[in-house]
C-alpha cells in the first residue's frame, strides 16, 4: 500500500466502501477522468486484473484482501 499516493489510497478506500466512481469524483472533488486515471494506477501498482471481473463487488473484495496480504494481516 506504500507505493500508492495518498490520493489513490482515498480512492481504494472509497471503492471498497462501495461507492460509485461518480460518487467518489463529487465526494474528492475531482473529474470522472481523474478517478479512471487513479483506478487504473492503483489496479496497476496491485496488480489487481479486472480484464475479466464484470462484478463490481469482486473488485473491491480483490482491493480490500490485496491491502490485506500487502500488511501481513491474512
Known amino acids: 500500500i506504500d507505493l500508492l499516493t495518498?490520493?489513490?489510497?482515498?480512492?481504494?478506500?472509497l471503492v471498497a466502501e462501495g461507492l460509485?466512481?461518480?460518487?467518489?469524483?463529487?465526494k474528492l472533488v475531482i473529474s470522472a477522468n481523474t478517478v479512471?486515471?487513479?483506478?487504473?494506477h492503483i489496479y496497476n501498482?496491485?496488480?489487481?486484473?479486472r480484464k475479466n471481473t464484470t462484478d463490481v463487488s469482486v473488485l473491491?473484495?480483490?482491493?480490500?484482501?490485496k491491502w490485506f496480504?500487502?500488511?501481513d494481516i491474512i
Open 6 to 13: 495518498c490520493r489513490e489510497k482515498q480512492v481504494m478506500e
Open 69 to 71: 496480504e500487502m500488511q
Open 20 to 26: 460509485s466512481n461518480k460518487e467518489i469524483e463529487e
Open 36 to 40: 479512471s486515471t487513479h483506478l487504473v
Open 45 to 49: 501498482k496491485l496488480r489487481v486484473q
Open 60 to 65: 473491491r473484495l480483490r482491493l480490500v484482501l
